[in-house]
């Protein structure tokens, strides 16, 4: 059994029914199930748990992973009083411990509303905490929060629509909208009470404040991580990584807030930058569209504004509010200042009618875009202006951003944006704030369109990337963006109506393109997802390398025949010394069923590089599909989803998203620069989770994908003289796709593509010195092959991020990876 990944991946009590509780998960192929209550055999029974498409699991994984099953058990009256249930899986005469449960935890989870949190971030110092979750009854449900006393206290809650959490209740029909999240601050006291309410009753959910709670509960949360590296790498693995993170603790991550404070420019530059000329002084006109905002919220902003440390600005306001308040105000405060520009609009036209209203009092050579109730740092305009006196021929520079709270006192949740990326753009509007374009673009590209009012600036931007690629990227948080009740960021149903405006821009953005565009909404806030039709039906060669491993074989082909909905293929399989004679009749089988299925005979040893560019001298295909033979099809239209990307002009190299066997993230794209080399990026989560800023739902460009499944056009391949073979185990993949970049192409990212990687099978981890010292020899080489590109940092990746790992962690000063230091402990120039 340990062997195996098995055990519940969910549980909850049926809606309505107090004594039924189901549990689903991984249950072992051909076990019998045995249900005990304080030792008692009680009532239940055991059915498959999923839909019939998602059980198609072959032989193989079904022997690693078990079946997917659904366990309904029927509690006993009197059940209340007993302490523990466990469920059992009994096989080959043993008896292993499935599933258990303390009683007192039980009859937490049978009240209802039900509720899940994703997401659980308390600052117990600020007295903050923000939520994220779902929560479901038989009815509507409210959410409130409350102190010690049973007052209720004052907090800002959106909801959203959560269609994978509806689609679980098949008893009966629940709010679409049951996510949520909650935000809070000033805080006080020891502890706070979160409680849903319904017609069935209520639940409470205590939030301790104190300090040793919270961590002792950050450690209960890592150690289930930490039992997730342990069934993927085994228990040496799992033991040097936990001695790691201990040895790391100091480098714990650090308090949003306080590495802003020691980002932010201080009064010191801030009196330097007011001194400094720059050759090239734009005027830059802020356009902002005003509608009854409340006065607290334009003085911050308009204060922000007159505060910047580069003066050459005007402020251009058009006020459709519905009376004269707002207008009288501005007027009665900043009236004596010539920069400020306000017109009062004879009618409310809506977002994208007032902002073009504001755009059309500009006389600046650019255009910086602000909503009404945020506010900018004091050096924004100058970090925007230095860079053009950097490159003068920008036409769009954006910044990064954070949230703060609705008084602006505290800030949280920063966006760390990557460098341009265009198809990341195309799945969220990610440049947001803060953003200025030059005023002839926006002339050319067309200024914001009524129909698409909801997504507006997004419908814009992407008219804007249709017309220029001089794009930079500003790494400093330099807008801050009010989470209200009224605004987008504290209230997502607020502009519910964006979602379908957004989709709109995105089909007609890849028309203009010439691509037809299937965009489909995620479910995640505002997040789409899309699929390129394919023109024609190019032949697509997969390269498989494989030495003797014919069960895993068997697992990838079956899984590729049977499941793949692109007609026009061929396998190669590039046979590599095996040494079973059952491999060999293999082979001859699978020619015998597949008219497109051939082996060619590599002779040398062992090099992952030399082995591919052999066997891609034998193919016959417009693109090369590298996948490993240890991985298992789970997207039906993984085939025709890569070469819809691919069969662009700037596209060279498509990756996908790679689970270990228990459904845990192994590959969503490659970061380099982890670990002073390269490294995977958001492993370790579940397939539902979004990730960093979207990453693991995104379609995206970046810097390098694994060669375990990568699909790259065989022109490119050919064209770059295909894999280094000085690369003869690791970073082969990253230095061939850095190669495809450096060429002028992209690496596309499509964490729609699905495969199960059972890694390493066939050849083992580095686990012996020769192992260890081979590795260590092909980092060198790379980093001084890419030592420009690594001193630069990775483009797709914020260099506000930590490169410690690839959690997306805020990074600190003097960082040195752990497993840099394992692999180098006397330094690098000590091992060259």
């Known amino acids: ?14 809606l309505g029914e107090k004594n039924t509780y189901i549990i689903e998960g991984n249950w072992p192929a051909g076990a019998k199930m045995e249900v005990r209550l304080d030792g008692h055999e009680i009532s239940a029974k055991l059915v498959s748990g999923e839909k019939e498409e998602e059980l198609s699991r072959s032989e193989e994984a079904v022997r690693l992973l078990g079946e997917k099953k659904k366990i309904t058990v029927e509690l006993p009256e009197g059940w209340e009083k007993a302490h523990k249930l466990a469920v059992y899986a009994m096989e080959n005469g043993q008896k292993n411990v499935w599933f258990r449960i303390p009683v007192r935890e039980l009859k937490r989870k049978q009240k209802t509303p039900q509720f899940y949190l994703d997401q659980e971030v308390i600052d117990a110092k600020a007295g903050r905490i923000h939520l994220s979750g779902w929560t479901v009854s038989r009815g509507p449900v409210k959410i409130a929060l409350f102190d010690r006393e049973k007052k209720k206290i004052p907090c800002r809650i959106s909801r959203s629509a959560r269609p994978d959490v509806a689609g679980m ?47 002792k509960n950050k450690v209960e949360k890592y150690a289930r991580k930490g039992l997730s590296y342990w069934r993927a790498h085994g228990t040496e693995a799992f033991v040097s990584k936990t001695a790691g993170k201990l040895r790391s603790l100091k480098d714990r991550p650090m308090e949003y807030e306080k590495w802003f404070r020691l980002h932010a420019a201080d009064k010191k530059e801030l009196e330097r930058e007011r001194k400094e000329v720059f050759v090239y002084q734009p005027l830059i006109s802020i356009v902002v569209p005003l509608y009854n905002t409340p006065e607290p919220f334009l003085q911050a902003l308009i204060d922000s504004i007159t505060a910047q440390t580069y003066g050459n600005f005007e402020l251009c306001l058009a006020d459709g509010s519905t009376d004269g308040k707002t207008a009288a105000f501005v007027e009665r405060r900043y009236g004596s200042d010539p920069r400020i520009r306000l017109k009062r609009l004879e ?32 050096n924004a305009l100058y970090e925007m202006v230095k860079a053009l006196n950097e490159d003068r021929s920008l036409d769009l520079i954006y910044t990064d951003e954070d949230l703060c709270d609705e008084k602006g006192e505290h800030y949280f949740s920063p966006r760390m944006k990557p460098d341009f990326n265009p198809d990341f753009l195309r799945c969220i509007n990610y440049i947001c704030h803060l953003v200025m374009v030059r005023r002839s673009l926006a002339e050319e590209a067309g200024l914001l369109r009524k129909e698409c009012d909801g997504a507006q600036d997004y419908d814009f931007l992407l008219r804007c990337i249709e017309k220029t690629d001089r794009i930079h990227h500003i790494p400093k948080v330099l807008y801050h963006w009010r989470a209200s009740e009224t605004s987008t960021a504290g209230n997502q149903d607020s502009k519910t109506y964006a979602i379908e405006a957004g989709k709109k821009a995105l089909t007609e953005h890849y028309a203009r393109l010439g691509y037809e565009a299937e965009v489909e909404y995620t479910g995640i806030f505002i997040l789409y997802k899309m699929r390129l039709k394919v023109k024609g039906e190019p032949l697509v060669t997969i390269l498989i390398p494989n030495k003797d491993q014919v069960e895993t074989l068997d697992t990838c082909l079956k899984s590729i ?78 085939i025709r989803e890569m070469v819809g990307f691919c069969q662009r002009e700037d596209t060279g190299a498509v990756g996908a998203k790679l689970y270990y066997p228990d459904g845990l993230v192994q590959h969503c794209g490659v970061v380099v620069g982890i670990a002073n080399f390269a490294g995977h990026v958001q492993n370790f989560h579940t397939s539902q989770d979004a990730g960093y800023f979207g990453r693991l739902k995104a379609v995206q460009d970046i810097s390098a994908v694994t060669a375990a499944c990568m699909l790259v056009k065989k022109s490119v391949f050919d064209a770059i003289g295909g894999f280094d073979e000085s690369f003869v185990v690791s970073l082969n993949d990253v230095d061939l796709c850095l190669r495809i970049r450096e060429a002028g192409k992209l690496i596309v990212q499509d964490p729609n593509v699905e495969l199960y990687h059972y890694e390493s099978k ?13 590795f260590k020899e092909e980092i060198l080489r790379f980093r001084r092959r890419w030592k420009t590109f690594l001193d630069q940092g990775d483009p797709y990746y914020s260099p506000n991020l930590s490169l410690m790992n690839g959690e997306c962690e805020l990074r600190r000063e003097k960082e040195v990876p752990v497993e840099w230091k394992k692999l180098f402990p006397h330094g690098e120039e000590a091992e060259k």
């Open 1 to 14: 059994m340990l062997a195996q990944v098995l055990g519940a991946e969910r549980e909850r009590f049926l």
């Open 169 to 215: 209740y098949e008893e009966c029909e629940v709010a679409a909208d049951c996510g949520f999240t909650l935000d809070a601050s000033d805080l006080s006291g020891d502890a706070v009470y979160l409680v849903f309410s319904g017609k069935d009753g209520k639940n409470v959910y205590p939030i301790s404040l104190k300090t040793p709670v919270i961590l």
């Open 347 to 378: 009618v409310n036209g809506g977002i994208s009618e007032n902002t073009n209203a504001a755009i059309r009092m500009a006389t600046g050579e650019f255009l910086m875009f602000s909503d009404h109730d945020d506010f900018l740092e004091p």
């Open 561 to 638: 025949y049977e499941k793949t909905d692109y007609p026009n293929f061929e396998i190669v399989i590039v046979e590599n010394n095996s040494e079973k004679a059952e491999t060999f009749a293999y082979y001859e089988k699978m020619k015998m069923e597949h008219e497109n299925l051939h082996v060619v005979y590599y002779q040398g040893g062992f090099n992952y590089s030399a082995i591919n560019n052999f066997g891609a001298r034998h193919a016959k295909g417009e693109y090369l599909l590298l996948l490993n033979n240890d991985t298992e099809v789970i997207s039906p239209f993984w």
């Open 762 to 774: 066939s050849r083992g981890y580095e686990n012996t010195p020769e192992k260890k010292e081979r």
